[in-house]
């Protein structure tokens, strides 16, 4: 049985840092491509950070772009984001997902719908207030 758990989420202040943990079971880690999705309430579920099965290709949203970054530990069955540099619009819950690497890489592709992923969390709820 495949499991996803999201955490890390909590309350930031404008401008603070948080860290969010992404683990994985059920499944060999180092063959999922791995992304970061978010929903805010009211609005579609968008893709924030992709990234490759090794962890050299990685893919940013330009909202986040040079404020979060996304890493991977194959190792531990790990998926990170460092989300720094917050803002109010970074307000949402955050869902860790999976894909297993049957394509080439392509950042941009996989992280532009959450169709592209099999396998989800429940998501960790972050909330930056201004």
């Known amino acids: 049985q495949v499991q996803v758990a999201e955490s890390g989420g909590g309350l930031v202040r404008t401008g603070g840092s948080l860290r969010l943990s992404c683990t994985m079971s059920?499944?060999?880690?180092?063959?999922?491509?791995m992304g970061w999705f978010r929903q805010a309430p009211g609005k579609e579920r968008e893709g924030v950070s992709c990234?490759?099965?090794?962890?050299?290709?990685?893919y940013y949203a330009d909202s986040v772009k040079g404020r979060f970054t996304i890493s991977r530990d194959n190792e531990k069955n790990t998926l990170y984001l460092q989300m720094n540099s917050t803002k109010p619009e970074d307000t949402a819950m955050y869902y860790c997902?999976?894909?297993?690497?049957?394509?080439?890489?392509?950042?941009?592709?996989?992280?532009?719908?959450?169709?592209?992923?099999?396998?989800w969390g429940q998501g960790t709820q972050v909330t930056v207030s201004s």
């Open positions: 997902a999976a894909e297993r690497e049957t394509q080439t890489w392509n950042g941009r592709h996989y992280c532009s719908s959450s169709t592209f992923f099999t396998y």
């Open positions: 059920g499944l060999t880690f180092e063959d999922y491509h």
């Open positions: 990234i490759s099965w090794s962890g050299v290709g990685t």
